[in-house]
């Protein structure tokens, strides 16, 4: 049963510290996505991949973000310098070629004190 | 892509059909209806989707109307675990248009 997985499933870090968050997108998948999801904005794109291209990350707050596929097994997002603002639930989705239905991981719960 | 328009939440009894009805009045020719779920805590899963015609799955019916103007989510016999939130989108197909726009959803509370 095919899944994307993503680590660390919980973070907890200061303010100011770096955290980088993991996907690893279900195998044959060329289309990744980051969300991020919290109570008072819900479920927010940030951004997505083809083939490895970011092809939009306009959802994404620039000066302290930034999201790479490394290789096509690997999303990586990352937020330099910290902030508690920060805190959410950031889920990765993946899905095939052609089809838009999205496959998403079960997430990082990131808490930013 | 369009927007969509849901009830914020609704009711259903244990083993009884649950109806959740989604507005999408600007919907576009090539846009397809899409219907995610999220049980609490974990992430969105997949359903169901279809651009005109109605749909069936092991999951459930997605019947879209005619003009494609809205369309329900049929759960034919809803169990304690269908108890979450129910997203409906829009989007196109096979294009770079990636955009997702969820909403805010139905949250729909299946009881004993």
């Known amino acids: 049963d095919a899944r994307v997985t993503q680590t660390p499933r919980d973070k907890v870090t200061e303010m100011g510290q770096e955290v980088t968050m993991r996907c690893q997108p279900i195998?044959?998948?060329?289309?990744v996505f980051w969300y991020r999801q919290t109570m008072m904005q819900g479920l927010e794109l940030l951004a997505y991949?083809?083939?490895?291209?970011?092809?939009?990350d306009s959802g994404m707050p620039k000066d302290r973000f930034s999201a790479e596929m490394p290789d096509a097994t690997l999303a990586t997002l990352k937020i330099q310098p910290s902030e508690p603002r920060d805190s959410a639930v950031y889920f990765c989705a993946s899905a095939p070629a052609g089809v838009e239905t999205q496959y998403f991981g079960p997430g990082t719960r990131l808490l930013v004190l | 892509d369009a927007k969509t328009t849901q009830p914020p939440s609704m009711d259903c009894a244990e083993g009884r059909a649950a109806n959740l009805p989604c507005n999408h009045s600007t919907i576009s020719g090539n846009e397809y209806v899409y219907w995610y779920r999220q049980i609490h805590s974990q992430g969105p899963q997949y359903i169901i989707h279809?651009?005109?015609n109605n749909e069936t799955n092991e999951m459930a019916s997605l019947i879209i109307t005619e003009d494609r103007k809205s369309s329900t989510l049929i759960l034919p016999h809803a169990t304690l675990r269908d108890t979450a939130v129910y997203y409906c989108i829009v989007r196109v197909v096979g294009t770079n248009a990636g955009k997702s726009t969820f909403g805010d959803g139905t949250t729909l509370t299946v009881k004993p």
């Open positions: 279809g651009l005109k």
């Open positions: 991949f083809r083939n490895r291209a970011p092809l939009d």
């Open positions: 195998l044959g998948h060329n289309t």
